[in-house]
């Protein structure tokens, strides 16, 4: 059991481009999540996902999309990347609502 | 204000000290409660889960009061590993999750 994955675990960008990261989990849940965690803050939500096919704002979704095809899978994309972008990006998994989420180990990235 | 709110911190407690910290949230649609413990630069990890009749784990500790919204943690015998940052979340039935932005916890020998 991998748990949660995070792809890729460092990035360097420039300014306006783009990028997908990519959150795998094999524990068969639910619910997944995004989040961005600036420094000496806590996590912020982007964006969520009850299920395959679903998603659903958090409380930061500008700049991002998300995209759940896949139960297994839940993709956040930066269209055109901003410096504010740059932050450390989570990724969590439970298997319904509001019960324990799993992190992965998070994607460092900064935009330049 | 935020939804979801903490003591400020940082707390710098001496072994065997016992520390509490609170947690406030003002979303009366949050049903579900729970304190996650972050070690520097690393992913949260659960640490517990609160309920209104108060859930113990060895030397922590955990209770909610819905009449005042608020969680609370408590730390008994601190010991060194202890020291990380611990984050509340407070989740509603539809799974929208919000966190708190952490106290840091530093126990001192």
């Known amino acids: 059991n991998a748990g949660v994955t995070q792809t890729p675990k460092f990035r360097v960008l420039k300014t306006g481009q783009s990028m997908t990261l990519l959150c795998a989990q094999d524990?068969?849940?639910?619910?997944m999540y995004w989040y961005r965690q600036d420094p000496g803050m806590g996590l912020r939500l982007i964006h969520y996902s009850v299920g395959e096919g679903t998603t659903a704002k958090g409380e930061v979704p500008d700049g991002y999309n998300v995209s759940r095809l896949k139960k297994q899978n839940f993709l956040l994309g930066l269209e055109s990347a901003a410096p504010s972008q740059t932050s450390v990006y989570f990724c969590?998994?439970?298997?319904?609502?509001?019960?324990?989420?799993?992190f992965g180990p998070g994607t460092r990235l900064t935009v330049t | 204000r935020k939804e979801v709110e903490q003591d400020p911190g940082p707390f710098n407690v001496p072994e065997g000290a016992t520390v509490a910290f609170n947690c406030t949230y003002s979303?009366?649609?949050?049903?579900?409660f729970f304190w996650y413990r972050q070690d520097c630069r690393k992913e949260p990890k659960l640490l517990m889960s609160?309920?209104?009749s108060g859930n113990e784990d060895g030397r922590f500790t955990a209770q909610l009061n819905r009449a005042s919204q608020y969680i609370s943690l408590l730390i008994r015998d601190s010991k060194l590993s202890d020291s990380a940052t611990y984050l509340c979340v407070a989740y509603t039935n539809a799974g929208k999750s919000t966190f708190g932005d952490g106290t840091t916890l530093t126990v001192k020998p």
């Open positions: 969590a998994s439970s298997y319904s609502g509001p019960l324990e989420q799993y």
């Open positions: 524990m068969n849940h639910e619910y």
């Open positions: 979303n009366s649609a949050s049903q579900s």
């Open positions: 609160v309920y209104s």
